[in-house]
Protein backbone atom coordinates (compact mmCIF):
# COMPACT_ATOMS: atom_id res chain seq x y z
CA UNK A 1 0.00 0.00 0.00
CA UNK A 2 1.17 3.72 -1.06
CA UNK A 3 1.95 4.92 2.94
CA UNK A 4 0.98 8.16 1.55
CA UNK A 5 -2.44 6.77 0.71
CA UNK A 6 -4.01 7.97 4.21
CA UNK A 7 -2.83 11.34 4.19
CA UNK A 8 -4.00 11.72 0.45
CA UNK A 9 -7.46 10.46 1.18
CA UNK A 10 -7.30 12.50 3.95
CA UNK A 11 -6.67 15.48 2.23
CA UNK A 12 -9.26 14.62 -0.76
CA UNK A 13 -12.02 14.30 1.82
CA UNK A 14 -10.84 17.70 3.59
CA UNK A 15 -11.26 19.27 -0.03
CA UNK A 16 -14.74 17.24 -1.02
CA UNK A 17 -16.37 18.67 2.04
CA UNK A 18 -15.11 21.88 1.91
CA UNK A 19 -16.90 22.25 -1.33
CA UNK A 20 -20.03 20.69 -0.28
CA UNK A 21 -20.24 23.36 2.31
CA UNK A 22 -19.20 26.11 0.12
CA UNK A 23 -21.74 25.06 -1.96
CA UNK A 24 -24.51 24.82 0.46
CA UNK A 25 -24.00 28.06 2.22
CA UNK A 26 -25.58 30.20 -0.47
CA UNK A 27 -28.11 27.80 -1.45
CA UNK A 28 -30.96 26.05 -0.03
CA UNK A 29 -30.14 22.03 0.86
CA UNK A 30 -31.31 20.13 -2.21
CA UNK A 31 -32.46 18.05 0.17
CA UNK A 32 -34.94 19.81 2.34
CA UNK A 33 -37.79 18.20 3.53
CA UNK A 34 -41.28 19.24 3.84
CA UNK A 35 -43.48 21.63 1.78
CA UNK A 36 -41.34 23.87 -0.57
CA UNK A 37 -43.83 25.99 -3.21
CA UNK A 38 -42.74 27.61 -5.41
CA UNK A 39 -42.80 31.48 -5.51
CA UNK A 40 -45.07 33.56 -6.46
CA UNK A 41 -45.15 35.63 -8.88
CA UNK A 42 -41.87 34.14 -10.59
CA UNK A 43 -39.02 36.28 -11.26
CA UNK A 44 -38.77 38.18 -14.08
CA UNK A 45 -35.57 39.36 -16.67
CA UNK A 46 -35.76 41.65 -19.74
CA UNK A 47 -35.03 39.77 -22.77
CA UNK A 48 -32.50 41.92 -24.06
CA UNK A 49 -33.73 44.60 -27.05
CA UNK A 50 -36.75 42.08 -27.55
CA UNK A 51 -39.17 44.03 -25.28
CA UNK A 52 -40.50 41.20 -23.54
CA UNK A 53 -39.63 40.23 -19.51
CA UNK A 54 -39.08 36.85 -19.50
CA UNK A 55 -38.95 34.16 -16.91
CA UNK A 56 -35.81 33.22 -15.33
CA UNK A 57 -36.16 29.68 -16.45
CA UNK A 58 -38.19 28.43 -19.07
CA UNK A 59 -39.43 24.69 -20.29
CA UNK A 60 -37.17 22.92 -22.74
CA UNK A 61 -38.51 20.99 -25.35
CA UNK A 62 -36.86 18.17 -24.97
CA UNK A 63 -36.68 15.37 -22.07
CA UNK A 64 -40.50 14.08 -21.90
CA UNK A 65 -41.90 16.47 -24.15
CA UNK A 66 -40.01 14.59 -27.00
CA UNK A 67 -38.87 10.95 -25.70
CA UNK A 68 -41.68 10.33 -23.50
CA UNK A 69 -41.34 7.43 -20.47
CA UNK A 70 -44.38 4.95 -19.69
CA UNK A 71 -47.10 6.90 -17.79
CA UNK A 72 -45.99 9.99 -17.93
CA UNK A 73 -48.13 13.03 -19.90
CA UNK A 74 -46.23 15.36 -21.75
CA UNK A 75 -49.12 17.94 -21.73
CA UNK A 76 -49.56 18.44 -18.32
CA UNK A 77 -45.97 18.61 -18.11
CA UNK A 78 -46.40 21.58 -20.11
CA UNK A 79 -49.70 22.79 -18.75
CA UNK A 80 -48.15 23.00 -15.05
CA UNK A 81 -45.23 24.81 -16.32
CA UNK A 82 -48.09 27.75 -17.71
CA UNK A 83 -50.06 27.12 -14.45
CA UNK A 84 -46.82 27.76 -12.56
CA UNK A 85 -46.19 31.03 -13.95
CA UNK A 86 -43.87 30.10 -16.54
CA UNK A 87 -43.36 32.25 -20.01
CA UNK A 88 -41.29 31.08 -21.93
CA UNK A 89 -41.60 27.73 -23.94
CA UNK A 90 -39.23 26.06 -26.02
CA UNK A 91 -39.42 23.32 -28.80
CA UNK A 92 -38.04 22.77 -32.35
CA UNK A 93 -39.02 20.68 -35.91
CA UNK A 94 -36.58 18.13 -35.07
CA UNK A 95 -37.53 17.65 -31.66
CA UNK A 96 -40.41 14.41 -32.80
CA UNK A 97 -43.91 15.04 -30.76
CA UNK A 98 -42.79 17.78 -28.88
CA UNK A 99 -44.41 20.37 -30.92
CA UNK A 100 -47.75 18.34 -31.32
CA UNK A 101 -47.81 17.94 -27.67
CA UNK A 102 -47.76 22.06 -27.35
CA UNK A 103 -49.99 22.49 -29.97
CA UNK A 104 -52.71 19.77 -27.23
CA UNK A 105 -51.51 21.76 -24.52
CA UNK A 106 -52.33 25.08 -25.52
CA UNK A 107 -55.86 24.34 -27.24
CA UNK A 108 -56.40 23.28 -23.30
CA UNK A 109 -55.09 26.96 -21.87
CA UNK A 110 -56.71 28.99 -24.34
CA UNK A 111 -53.67 29.61 -26.70
CA UNK A 112 -54.66 29.12 -29.84
CA UNK A 113 -56.46 30.89 -32.05
CA UNK A 114 -59.95 30.68 -33.69
CA UNK A 115 -60.83 28.15 -30.69
CA UNK A 116 -63.90 28.63 -28.38
CA UNK A 117 -61.60 29.45 -25.57
CA UNK A 118 -58.99 31.44 -27.18
CA UNK A 119 -57.11 34.67 -25.40
CA UNK A 120 -55.03 36.72 -26.96
CA UNK A 121 -54.18 38.76 -24.25
CA UNK A 122 -52.98 35.25 -22.68
CA UNK A 123 -51.12 34.23 -25.90
CA UNK A 124 -49.27 37.78 -26.08
CA UNK A 125 -48.22 36.99 -22.65
CA UNK A 126 -45.80 33.97 -23.09
CA UNK A 127 -43.20 33.65 -25.59
CA UNK A 128 -42.71 30.77 -27.61
CA UNK A 129 -39.53 29.59 -29.34
CA UNK A 130 -39.47 26.89 -32.21
CA UNK A 131 -36.57 25.84 -34.24
CA UNK A 132 -34.84 25.01 -37.63
CA UNK A 133 -31.74 22.92 -38.50
CA UNK A 134 -32.22 23.89 -42.35
CA UNK A 135 -29.47 26.63 -43.69
CA UNK A 136 -31.51 27.37 -46.88
CA UNK A 137 -34.25 29.13 -47.61
CA UNK A 138 -33.77 28.24 -51.55
CA UNK A 139 -31.73 26.25 -52.76
CA UNK A 140 -28.30 24.76 -51.99
CA UNK A 141 -29.27 20.98 -52.23
CA UNK A 142 -25.32 20.62 -53.99
CA UNK A 143 -23.88 21.23 -50.54
CA UNK A 144 -25.72 18.49 -48.40
CA UNK A 145 -22.91 19.00 -45.95
CA UNK A 146 -24.74 21.87 -45.07
CA UNK A 147 -28.18 21.87 -46.01
CA UNK A 148 -29.33 20.85 -42.41
CA UNK A 149 -32.11 18.30 -42.35
CA UNK A 150 -35.63 18.29 -40.78
CA UNK A 151 -38.08 15.96 -39.65
CA UNK A 152 -40.59 17.61 -42.55
CA UNK A 153 -40.80 16.02 -45.88
CA UNK A 154 -37.75 15.60 -48.05
CA UNK A 155 -36.44 18.75 -49.51
CA UNK A 156 -37.78 21.06 -47.24
CA UNK A 157 -36.56 24.67 -46.68
CA UNK A 158 -36.28 27.10 -43.51
CA UNK A 159 -39.74 28.71 -44.12
CA UNK A 160 -41.36 25.12 -44.62
CA UNK A 161 -39.62 24.32 -41.09
CA UNK A 162 -41.66 27.81 -39.61
CA UNK A 163 -45.51 26.52 -41.63
CA UNK A 164 -44.70 23.24 -39.63
CA UNK A 165 -44.33 24.79 -36.43
CA UNK A 166 -47.20 26.39 -36.83
CA UNK A 167 -49.68 23.75 -38.12
CA UNK A 168 -47.77 21.11 -35.43
CA UNK A 169 -48.74 23.90 -32.39
CA UNK A 170 -51.77 26.05 -33.82
CA UNK A 171 -53.62 24.18 -36.17
CA UNK A 172 -54.73 21.43 -38.09
CA UNK A 173 -51.11 19.11 -38.04
CA UNK A 174 -51.40 18.23 -41.86
CA UNK A 175 -50.45 21.80 -43.49
CA UNK A 176 -53.22 24.71 -42.25
CA UNK A 177 -53.01 27.01 -38.92
CA UNK A 178 -55.08 30.47 -37.90
CA UNK A 179 -54.14 33.12 -39.83
CA UNK A 180 -53.49 35.05 -36.29
CA UNK A 181 -50.96 31.95 -35.80
CA UNK A 182 -47.40 33.50 -34.75
CA UNK A 183 -44.20 32.42 -33.65
CA UNK A 184 -42.46 34.69 -30.93
CA UNK A 185 -38.88 33.56 -32.43
CA UNK A 186 -37.45 30.99 -35.03
CA UNK A 187 -34.02 29.95 -34.34
CA UNK A 188 -31.34 28.25 -36.35
CA UNK A 189 -30.51 25.70 -34.46
CA UNK A 190 -27.35 23.83 -33.56
CA UNK A 191 -24.64 26.30 -35.75
CA UNK A 192 -21.39 24.57 -35.52
CA UNK A 193 -19.07 25.26 -38.82
CA UNK A 194 -18.50 28.25 -40.90
CA UNK A 195 -19.18 26.61 -43.67
CA UNK A 196 -23.05 27.10 -41.86
CA UNK A 197 -22.70 30.65 -41.36
CA UNK A 198 -21.78 30.78 -45.25
CA UNK A 199 -24.73 29.35 -46.13
CA UNK A 200 -26.79 31.38 -44.01
CA UNK A 201 -25.47 34.81 -45.18
CA UNK A 202 -25.97 33.90 -48.73
CA UNK A 203 -28.74 36.70 -50.00
CA UNK A 204 -28.48 38.64 -46.61
CA UNK A 205 -27.36 41.75 -48.48
CA UNK A 206 -29.39 41.50 -51.89
CA UNK A 207 -32.21 39.37 -51.71
CA UNK A 208 -32.91 38.79 -55.17
CA UNK A 209 -35.69 36.36 -56.12
CA UNK A 210 -33.80 35.35 -58.97
CA UNK A 211 -30.76 33.93 -57.14
CA UNK A 212 -30.03 29.90 -57.23
CA UNK A 213 -29.58 29.58 -53.64
CA UNK A 214 -30.60 31.95 -51.01
CA UNK A 215 -29.88 31.40 -47.09
CA UNK A 216 -32.17 30.94 -44.50
CA UNK A 217 -31.61 34.32 -43.01
CA UNK A 218 -33.08 36.10 -45.78
CA UNK A 219 -36.04 34.02 -46.26
CA UNK A 220 -36.85 34.27 -42.05
CA UNK A 221 -36.53 37.77 -42.14
CA UNK A 222 -39.40 38.19 -44.83
CA UNK A 223 -41.92 36.29 -42.53
CA UNK A 224 -41.19 38.47 -39.92
CA UNK A 225 -41.27 41.24 -41.50
CA UNK A 226 -44.67 40.39 -43.70
CA UNK A 227 -42.03 41.21 -47.17
CA UNK A 228 -41.21 39.24 -49.80
CA UNK A 229 -37.66 40.50 -51.22
CA UNK A 230 -36.63 36.72 -51.91
CA UNK A 231 -39.70 36.00 -53.57
CA UNK A 232 -40.24 33.05 -51.22
CA UNK A 233 -43.35 34.45 -49.39
CA UNK A 234 -45.58 35.10 -52.02
CA UNK A 235 -48.64 35.99 -49.11
CA UNK A 236 -46.62 38.54 -47.80
CA UNK A 237 -47.27 36.71 -43.78
CA UNK A 238 -46.05 37.72 -40.61
CA UNK A 239 -45.33 34.54 -39.31
CA UNK A 240 -42.69 34.95 -36.74
CA UNK A 241 -41.59 37.94 -34.37
CA UNK A 242 -37.44 37.31 -33.85
CA UNK A 243 -35.13 35.54 -35.37
CA UNK A 244 -32.02 33.88 -33.37
CA UNK A 245 -29.78 31.10 -33.29
CA UNK A 246 -28.51 28.72 -31.18
CA UNK A 247 -24.80 26.64 -30.92
CA UNK A 248 -23.27 23.93 -28.55
CA UNK A 249 -20.02 23.36 -29.56
CA UNK A 250 -18.08 26.32 -30.82
CA UNK A 251 -18.26 29.46 -29.57
CA UNK A 252 -15.68 30.90 -32.35
CA UNK A 253 -18.41 30.10 -35.22
CA UNK A 254 -21.24 31.61 -33.15
CA UNK A 255 -19.48 35.17 -32.82
CA UNK A 256 -19.11 34.98 -36.56
CA UNK A 257 -22.77 34.71 -37.19
CA UNK A 258 -23.52 37.89 -35.22
CA UNK A 259 -20.29 39.50 -36.14
CA UNK A 260 -21.79 39.21 -39.79
CA UNK A 261 -25.45 40.65 -39.20
CA UNK A 262 -24.57 44.37 -40.01
CA UNK A 263 -28.63 45.26 -39.77
CA UNK A 264 -29.06 43.31 -36.71
CA UNK A 265 -31.47 41.02 -37.35
CA UNK A 266 -30.86 38.62 -35.16
CA UNK A 267 -32.31 39.15 -31.96
CA UNK A 268 -32.23 35.64 -29.41
CA UNK A 269 -29.21 33.12 -28.87
CA UNK A 270 -29.87 29.89 -27.55
CA UNK A 271 -26.06 28.75 -25.86
CA UNK A 272 -24.76 26.01 -23.75
CA UNK A 273 -23.55 27.11 -20.46
CA UNK A 274 -22.94 25.12 -17.30
CA UNK A 275 -20.54 24.84 -14.28
CA UNK A 276 -17.72 23.16 -16.74
CA UNK A 277 -17.42 25.29 -19.43
CA UNK A 278 -14.83 26.69 -18.85
CA UNK A 279 -13.09 23.03 -19.49
CA UNK A 280 -13.53 23.21 -22.92
CA UNK A 281 -13.55 25.83 -26.02
CA UNK A 282 -15.93 28.29 -23.31
CA UNK A 283 -18.79 30.23 -24.37
CA UNK A 284 -19.44 32.48 -21.27
CA UNK A 285 -15.99 34.66 -22.05
CA UNK A 286 -16.17 34.52 -25.75
CA UNK A 287 -19.73 34.30 -27.67
CA UNK A 288 -21.91 35.64 -24.45
CA UNK A 289 -20.52 38.88 -24.07
CA UNK A 290 -20.78 39.58 -28.17
CA UNK A 291 -24.69 38.61 -27.91
CA UNK A 292 -24.70 40.98 -24.70
CA UNK A 293 -23.22 43.82 -25.89
CA UNK A 294 -25.43 43.84 -28.94
CA UNK A 295 -27.86 43.45 -26.22
CA UNK A 296 -29.73 40.07 -27.95
CA UNK A 297 -31.96 37.87 -25.55
CA UNK A 298 -29.72 34.96 -24.36
CA UNK A 299 -31.06 31.86 -23.38
CA UNK A 300 -29.37 29.07 -21.64
CA UNK A 301 -29.00 25.60 -22.44
CA UNK A 302 -27.60 22.17 -21.34
CA UNK A 303 -27.54 23.50 -17.39
CA UNK A 304 -27.51 19.76 -16.42
CA UNK A 305 -24.99 18.93 -19.56
CA UNK A 306 -27.91 17.00 -21.22
CA UNK A 307 -28.12 14.82 -18.41
CA UNK A 308 -24.03 13.78 -18.48
CA UNK A 309 -23.98 15.27 -14.97
CA UNK A 310 -26.16 12.82 -13.32
CA UNK A 311 -26.67 9.51 -14.77
CA UNK A 312 -26.71 9.73 -18.59
CA UNK A 313 -23.53 9.21 -20.52
CA UNK A 314 -21.91 12.20 -22.30
CA UNK A 315 -23.32 11.20 -25.43
CA UNK A 316 -26.46 12.62 -27.36
CA UNK A 317 -29.42 11.86 -26.30
CA UNK A 318 -32.09 10.25 -28.99
CA UNK A 319 -34.84 7.85 -26.82
CA UNK A 320 -36.56 7.14 -23.71
CA UNK A 321 -33.80 5.95 -21.54
CA UNK A 322 -31.80 8.95 -22.03
CA UNK A 323 -34.49 10.93 -20.17
CA UNK A 324 -33.17 11.62 -16.50
CA UNK A 325 -35.67 11.75 -13.72
CA UNK A 326 -33.73 12.08 -10.92
CA UNK A 327 -30.88 14.51 -10.07
CA UNK A 328 -31.23 14.08 -6.73
CA UNK A 329 -27.32 13.10 -6.23
CA UNK A 330 -25.85 14.06 -3.25
CA UNK A 331 -22.39 15.03 -5.27
CA UNK A 332 -23.34 17.74 -7.36
CA UNK A 333 -26.75 19.67 -6.04
CA UNK A 334 -28.88 20.64 -9.02
CA UNK A 335 -29.68 23.93 -7.49
CA UNK A 336 -26.04 25.08 -7.89
CA UNK A 337 -25.93 24.25 -11.18
CA UNK A 338 -29.17 26.01 -12.35
CA UNK A 339 -27.64 29.38 -10.24
CA UNK A 340 -24.54 28.46 -11.92
CA UNK A 341 -25.91 29.08 -14.90
CA UNK A 342 -28.16 32.05 -14.76
CA UNK A 343 -25.48 33.92 -12.57
CA UNK A 344 -23.19 33.46 -15.80
CA UNK A 345 -23.40 37.67 -16.77
CA UNK A 346 -25.65 38.15 -19.61
CA UNK A 347 -28.10 35.07 -19.67
CA UNK A 348 -31.50 36.39 -18.96
CA UNK A 349 -33.57 32.59 -18.75
CA UNK A 350 -32.38 29.13 -18.42
CA UNK A 351 -34.29 25.93 -19.89
CA UNK A 352 -34.59 23.16 -18.91
CA UNK A 353 -36.46 19.55 -20.46
CA UNK A 354 -38.32 18.19 -17.53
CA UNK A 355 -38.61 14.83 -17.18
CA UNK A 356 -41.29 14.18 -14.79
CA UNK A 357 -43.66 16.02 -12.31
CA UNK A 358 -45.46 15.26 -8.76
CA UNK A 359 -48.32 16.85 -6.84
CA UNK A 360 -45.40 16.98 -4.46
CA UNK A 361 -43.38 20.05 -5.11
CA UNK A 362 -39.58 18.16 -3.25
CA UNK A 363 -40.85 15.71 -6.09
CA UNK A 364 -41.65 17.44 -8.86
CA UNK A 365 -38.78 18.37 -11.11
CA UNK A 366 -40.62 21.36 -12.53
CA UNK A 367 -40.87 22.60 -9.45
CA UNK A 368 -37.55 22.20 -8.22
CA UNK A 369 -36.06 23.37 -10.96
CA UNK A 370 -38.52 27.08 -11.09
CA UNK A 371 -37.37 27.60 -6.85
CA UNK A 372 -34.02 27.04 -7.41
CA UNK A 373 -34.13 29.65 -10.49
CA UNK A 374 -35.76 32.63 -8.42
CA UNK A 375 -32.31 34.23 -8.52
CA UNK A 376 -30.87 37.76 -9.62
CA UNK A 377 -28.27 38.22 -12.28
CA UNK A 378 -25.34 38.59 -9.93
CA UNK A 379 -26.48 35.76 -7.30
CA UNK A 380 -22.90 33.84 -7.24
CA UNK A 381 -19.83 35.72 -6.55
CA UNK A 382 -16.50 35.02 -8.53
CA UNK A 383 -15.25 32.97 -5.60
CA UNK A 384 -19.24 30.95 -5.42
CA UNK A 385 -18.78 30.41 -8.94
CA UNK A 386 -15.38 28.67 -8.89
CA UNK A 387 -16.84 26.35 -5.84
CA UNK A 388 -19.53 25.05 -8.31
CA UNK A 389 -16.80 24.17 -11.11
CA UNK A 390 -14.83 22.22 -8.11
CA UNK A 391 -17.96 20.27 -7.59
CA UNK A 392 -19.42 20.09 -11.05
CA UNK A 393 -15.78 18.58 -11.63
CA UNK A 394 -17.08 15.53 -10.31
CA UNK A 395 -19.08 14.36 -13.10
CA UNK A 396 -17.09 12.64 -15.13
CA UNK A 397 -13.63 14.34 -14.36
CA UNK A 398 -15.22 17.39 -16.07
CA UNK A 399 -15.71 15.68 -18.96
CA UNK A 400 -19.44 16.27 -19.60
CA UNK A 401 -19.96 18.66 -21.81
CA UNK A 402 -19.67 16.28 -24.91
CA UNK A 403 -21.16 18.80 -27.06
CA UNK A 404 -18.08 21.64 -27.05
CA UNK A 405 -15.00 21.63 -28.91
CA UNK A 406 -11.56 21.05 -26.70
CA UNK A 407 -10.31 23.56 -23.91
CA UNK A 408 -8.35 26.42 -26.02
CA UNK A 409 -6.47 28.44 -24.01
CA UNK A 410 -6.21 32.29 -24.61
CA UNK A 411 -5.00 32.96 -28.24
CA UNK A 412 -3.14 36.23 -29.32
CA UNK A 413 -4.93 38.56 -31.41
CA UNK A 414 -5.72 38.03 -34.93
CA UNK A 415 -4.71 39.25 -38.56
CA UNK A 416 -2.53 42.29 -36.72
CA UNK A 417 -1.65 44.92 -39.40
CA UNK A 418 0.23 47.91 -39.69
CA UNK A 419 -0.57 50.38 -42.36
CA UNK A 420 0.31 53.98 -43.09
CA UNK A 421 -1.49 56.70 -42.60
CA UNK A 422 0.33 60.30 -43.18
CA UNK A 423 3.34 60.04 -40.67
CA UNK A 424 0.78 57.92 -38.64
CA UNK A 425 0.78 53.90 -38.02
CA UNK A 426 -2.51 52.78 -37.93
CA UNK A 427 -2.59 49.33 -35.80
CA UNK A 428 -5.77 46.75 -36.87
CA UNK A 429 -6.78 43.73 -35.32
CA UNK A 430 -9.45 41.20 -34.85
CA UNK A 431 -10.76 39.66 -31.08
CA UNK A 432 -8.23 37.17 -29.66
CA UNK A 433 -10.34 34.06 -28.24
CA UNK A 434 -10.59 33.51 -24.24
CA UNK A 435 -9.23 30.92 -22.15
CA UNK A 436 -10.19 29.68 -19.06
CA UNK A 437 -10.57 33.50 -17.66
CA UNK A 438 -12.07 36.68 -19.50
CA UNK A 439 -10.12 39.21 -21.71
CA UNK A 440 -9.20 42.22 -19.61
CA UNK A 441 -7.05 44.45 -22.63
CA UNK A 442 -5.29 45.01 -25.37
CA UNK A 443 -1.72 46.57 -25.62
CA UNK A 444 0.13 47.90 -28.52
CA UNK A 445 3.88 47.85 -28.18
CA UNK A 446 6.34 49.90 -30.14
CA UNK A 447 9.88 48.67 -30.86
CA UNK A 448 10.13 47.24 -27.16
CA UNK A 449 7.71 49.97 -25.66
CA UNK A 450 4.33 50.00 -24.58
CA UNK A 451 2.74 52.52 -25.79
CA UNK A 452 -1.04 52.18 -25.08
CA UNK A 453 -3.20 50.16 -22.80
CA UNK A 454 -6.64 49.81 -24.24
CA UNK A 455 -10.06 47.76 -22.09
CA UNK A 456 -11.13 45.41 -23.81
CA UNK A 457 -15.01 45.61 -25.32
CA UNK A 458 -17.00 42.80 -27.56
CA UNK A 459 -15.45 42.85 -31.17
CA UNK A 460 -19.73 43.12 -32.00
CA UNK A 461 -19.23 43.25 -35.92
CA UNK A 462 -16.35 42.48 -39.07
CA UNK A 463 -14.69 45.92 -38.69
CA UNK A 464 -11.30 45.71 -36.95
CA UNK A 465 -10.06 47.20 -33.82
CA UNK A 466 -7.99 49.71 -34.59
CA UNK A 467 -5.50 51.73 -32.43
CA UNK A 468 -3.82 55.14 -34.05
CA UNK A 469 0.18 55.58 -33.28
CA UNK A 470 1.22 59.27 -34.13
CA UNK A 471 4.60 58.51 -33.76
CA UNK A 472 6.77 59.03 -37.43
CA UNK A 473 9.62 56.70 -37.71
CA UNK A 474 9.79 53.49 -38.76
CA UNK A 475 8.76 50.85 -36.03
CA UNK A 476 7.84 47.39 -35.61
CA UNK A 477 4.41 46.69 -33.74
CA UNK A 478 3.35 44.21 -31.80
CA UNK A 479 -0.35 43.95 -30.41
CA UNK A 480 -0.85 41.58 -27.20
CA UNK A 481 -3.58 40.49 -25.48
CA UNK A 482 -3.64 40.27 -21.45
CA UNK A 483 -6.75 38.11 -19.65
CA UNK A 484 -7.59 38.42 -15.84
CA UNK A 485 -4.99 36.06 -14.69
CA UNK A 486 -2.38 38.39 -16.14
CA UNK A 487 -1.93 35.54 -18.94
CA UNK A 488 -0.76 37.37 -22.37
CA UNK A 489 -0.83 35.84 -25.61
CA UNK A 490 1.00 38.23 -28.69
CA UNK A 491 1.06 38.71 -32.30
CA UNK A 492 3.40 40.43 -33.90
CA UNK A 493 2.50 43.06 -36.65
Not at 18 to 33: Q, Y
Not at 34 to 47: C, E, I, N
Not at 59 to 87: C, R
Amino acid sequence: MDANQPQKSRRQFLQKSALLAVGTSFVPSLFATGHSPVPAPLMKRPFGRIGFKVTTLGLGGQSSLQWTPENTDPVAIIEKAYNLGVNYFDTSNVYGPSQMNYGKAFRRLGLVPDTPNYDASKRKAIFLTSKTMLRFGKGGDDRPSVVGHSNGPAGSKALDDVRRSLTLVFGDGAGSYPKDAYLDMVLIHALGRMEEVDALYEGYANPDPNLPTIGALAALRDVRDGTNRTGLNPKNEKLIRHIGFSGHNDATVMMEMIQRDSEDIIDGMLVAINANDKRFLNMQYNVIPVAAAKNMGIIAMKVFADGAMYTKKAEWSNSVPHVVLDVSGNDIPANLLIRYSLSTPGIHTAIIGIGKIHDDPDRCQLSFNLKHAQVKPEALTEAERNAVEAIAFKAKEGKTNYFQKPFQDLTPPRDVKVTKSGKNAVITWHTAYAGDAAIDRYEIWRSGSKVAAIPFKPQTTKAPYQYEDKHAGDHSYIVKVIDRKNRVAETKA
